[in-house]
Each structure stands twice: as structure tokens, then as C-alpha cells.
């Protein structure tokens, strides 16, 4: 005698169900190899050459780490290109070349960051100013004042500070390495902390979290400060990269938007609470990965930023379907 037996429903584990981080690393691999391959470059895949392309990554990554935790929390920052220039033209400004002065130059830099973290998220969380109004006039005010008192590259770094930016470690690049050493302290703080949870929990329903008694204001500050720490690290880098601090820095390197656009591909909701710090670093693995494949094509500059944007709608177009199947 047989028995029937109701076979269980299988899972089916599709493109759907693949986590957003690990489905662009592997299209930013893609592409990079794909190009080497095509133009015949193909010594941009040995070691040398991908370190070329984590080196490419470093200032644009440590805003993106910031601006994580701002958007975690449901806000944004647009001040963080600004206070990238601002920071460079200070450091280089208060350094003058003298190895005596990295460490209070430094300090001065950190301090000024924070002062903008907080007027930043004292404004949005205590003022209920709208966040992209908030930090963009932060971010005019720095850039006016720049533009007003330098008109040239500011000041000198030290010799000893460029080290920051040409120095290696166990053959490792020191800038690739000051990245991992971020990327790992914003995962850990995100992933094993009361605090990082408490972040998720405000971005994810402020008003739940207020009835569970979280002072939603508090953390909305917090992140906003770190935010601008983000800023401060990528500013201290490329001052010590380009041995100067450069007033228009931030503002041509576009990494206001292009800090959002990283951790938006790499799966961190605008709307808050979901995401991390694994999705911003692929996502900014995939800039690099484009950048490096449009040079290796020749492609024209304004043809990237075109590219570029119509994969940031790609991602965003994509994610939509992901989030629309779930809850179908």
C-alpha cells in the first residue's frame, strides 16, 4: 500500500533572494575583467593593477562610510564635498610644510568637522529643517568662504604627512589599508552595537522608536557628525595625496552626489533603516570598476558622467523590482 505523500514547497533562491552587496561586486568584477580583456590591457588584473583600482577608491569610500550613517537614519548630507575642500585647504594651510604642525593641524580639522557635524544634525533633528536644504546651505556657506579667501591652492602638507597617501604596508597600500581599517569600525558599530542598532530602529520607524523610548534627535546628530568624520578622513587624504590643499576639491570630485549614489547601489534605502556598510563598499568598488573600464575604452569624460548616471537608474530600477517582488 502507498501513501500519498504532499510533497513540502520548495525555496527557490533566485536573483531576487541574493544579497544587493555580493550582485555588485560581482557585475563591478565583470565589467573590470571583461574591459582588461576586450582592450587587451590585461596587466590591469594583476595585483599591481587592482591595486591601482582599491587606491582609486579610498576618498570616495571613506565619504561613502559617512554618509551611510546619515542615510541609515533617514537624512542625507550635501556639506560633505564642501567640507572636503575645507579641511584639505586648512590642513595644508596650518601645515606649511612643517612636520611639527600635522598634529594640530589634524586636531583643527576633526574639531571643524565636528562643529559641522552637529550644526548639521542640530538642524535637522532640533530645527526640522529638511536635510537637503540643511546641509546644502552648510555646504554653500563652506564653499563661499573658501572661494573667498583662496584662490589658489592653499598652504603646503608636510613630507612626512604624504606618507598617508604613497606609503605601503606589507605591500598593501596605506591608503587601501586606512579604508579597510573605516570600513571595519562602521561594520562593527553598525552590526554589534546597541548604538548601530538603535540607528536602524531610528531610520527604520522614528516614531517607534520614539515610543520605545529612544531619543531619535540624539542619534540623528550622531550620524550626521560621523558623516562629516567621513568627510574629514577623505579631505586629510587628498590633501596629503596632492601635497595642497585645493579650495574646489570636493566640489569637482562631486562627492556629495556621488556619495550618495554609492551607498544608495549598494542597497541602503534613502528612506532609512536598511542597508550598511557592505553595499556602500561595493558600490564604490563598481565606480571604480567604471571608471577604470571607461578609460580603458577611451571613453570621453562627460560620456562617463552620462554612463554613470543612467547606471545609478539602472540600480535604483532594479532594486524596485527586487522590493516589488517581496512584498508581492
Known amino acids: 500500500m502507498s501513501v500519498d505523500t504532499v510533497a513540502a514547497p520548495r525555496t527557490s533562491r533566485g536573483f531576487r533572494d541574493l544579497p544587493v552587496p555580493l550582485v555588485v561586486i560581482a557585475l563591478a568584477a565583470i565589467i573590470y575583467v571583461t574591459a582588461a580583456v576586450v582592450t587587451g590591457q590585461t596587466n590591469q588584473i594583476s595585483l599591481a593593477g587592482l591595486a591601482g583600482l582599491l587606491q582609486r577608491t579610498v576618498a570616495l569610500g571613506l565619504v561613502g562610510l559617512g554618509q551611510t ?22 590642513a595644508s594651510y596650518l601645515m606649511q610644510g612643517d612636520p611639527g604642525m600635522i598634529v594640530p ?16 544634525g542640530g538642524l535637522v533633528a532640533y530645527w526640522g529643517i529638511n536635510p537637503l536644504i540643511a546641509t546644502l546651505a552648510t555646504g554653500l556657506i563652506l564653499q ?8 589658489y591652492l592653499g598652504g603646503r602638507v608636510a613630507p612626512e604627512f604624504q606618507a598617508l597617501a604613497y606609503q605601503g ?9 586606512l579604508l579597510a581599517v573605516f570600513a571595519l569600525l562602521a561594520w562593527f558599530v553598525l552590526a554589534k552595537t546597541r548604538f548601530g542598532a538603535h540607528l536602524y530602529a531610528v531610520g527604520g520607524n ?3 522608536a520614539k515610543l520605545a523610548g529612544l531619543r531619535v534627535e540624539r542619534f ?8 562629516s568624520l567621513g568627510a574629514c578622513i577623505a579631505g586629510l587624504y587628498l590633501a596629503a595625496r596632492l601635497q595642497s590643499g585645493t579650495p574646489w576639491i570636493g566640489r569637482d570630485g562631486i562627492y556629495d552626489l556621488e556619495s550618495i549614489a554609492i551607498v544608495v547601489i549598494g542597497g541602503t534605502a534613502l528612506s532609512g533603516g536598511k542597508g ?8 564604490v568598488l563598481l565606480f571604480a570598476s567604471l571608471d577604470a573600464s571607461f578609460n580603458m575604452f577611451g571613453v570621453d569624460a562627460f560620456l562617463k558622467q552620462v554612463l554613470r548616471g ?18 508581492a
Not at 543612467?310 to 517581496?326: D, E, M
Open 105 to 120: 593641524a589634524v586636531a583643527a580639522c576633526l574639531a571643524l568637522s565636528l562643529v559641522i557635524g552637529a550644526i548639521n
Open 310 to 327: 543612467a547606471i545609478v537608474i539602472a540600480a535604483v530600477a532594479v532594486y524596485a523590482v527586487r522590493n516589488k517582488g517581496h512584498v
Open 144 to 151: 563661499g568662504l573658501l572661494s573667498a579667501g583662496f584662490t
Open 276 to 283: 550598511g556598510v557592505l553595499g556602500t563598499i561595493a558600490g
Open 69 to 90: 550613517f546619515a542615510i541609515l537614519v533617514g537624512s542625507i548630507d550635501l556639506s560633505v564635498a564642501a567640507l572636503i575642500s575645507t579641511v584639505a585647504v586648512l
Open 220 to 227: 540623528v546628530l550622531s550620524a550626521h557628525i560621523l558623516a
Open 206 to 208: 522614528p516614531d517607534g
Open 169 to 177: 604596508l606589507f605591500g598593501v597600500p596605506l591608503p587601501v589599508l
